[in-house]
């Protein structure tokens, strides 16, 4: 079974100093975060589990209806790492995870779905989108990594650690949704355009 984990804790500060949380925005007629959540229970993850941190409550009303797991990081503020361990923990019985970001709308089941099947098929360690050559997001981790994400700490993602471990395999992905998230108000606008983000053109490798 593959778990989708999806990150929803941080606070977003480059989008808002006043308190607007970016996940709840209106994409599409939705809140931005909904989108992340819809193409993991579109795809072929076994369960989808939604970490939340700060405005969890917000956030955590914010996806009433939909067939997932919350679990709130009352750490959130050390960073993503404490954001990921909680994940992986809740994940232990699954054989890999997709970890997906929040503010990534463009991803769909489809991506998620090639990452589950090259895992079965190739039984690697990670598997990892690219996009013109360059490692996006999300990405399958095998439970055999899970110990080691555990062990992490402070505002990192597991991006180290995939670079360090031998036999990660890469597998192109179609479109630009595995390289873009909102960062910024201006970002949120131009994907609402349908266009490349601006102050993060390359938004790859953030987990």
Avoid: C, Y
């Amino acid at each position: 079974m593959i778990a989708a984990i999806i990150l929803a804790a941080g606070r977003g500060a480059r989008f808002s100093a006043d308190g607007r949380n970016k996940l709840l925005e209106d994409f599409g007629g939705s809140p931005l975060l909904r989108r992340a959540v819809d193409a993991a229970l579109g795809s072929r993850a076994g369960e989808t589990i939604v970490v939340t941190g700060w405005d969890h409550e917000r956030v955590s009303a914010a996806l009433a209806g939909r067939s997932v797991t919350l679990v709130h990081n009352l750490d959130h503020a050390e960073g993503m790492a404490s954001t990921l361990r909680v994940g992986i923990a809740q994940a232990r019985d699954a054989q890999g995870a997709l970890i997906l970001l929040g503010d990534m709308p463009n991803v769909s089941s489809a991506v998620l779905d090639l990452l589950i099947g090259t895992f079965e098929e190739t039984h690697a360690p990670a598997v990892v989108p690219l996009r013109g050559g360059r490692r996006g997001n999300p990405v399958l981790v095998g439970r055999a990594l899970f110990p080691r994400i555990l062990e992490l700490r402070g505002d990192i993602g597991a991006r180290a650690l995939l670079r360090a471990t031998p036999d990660v395999v890469e597998v192109e992905a179609d479109g630009d949704g595995v390289i873009l998230d909102v960062d910024t108000p201006d970002d949120l606008d131009a994907l609402r355009r349908g266009e490349r983000a601006s102050s993060d053109p390359i938004g790859s490798e953030k987990i």
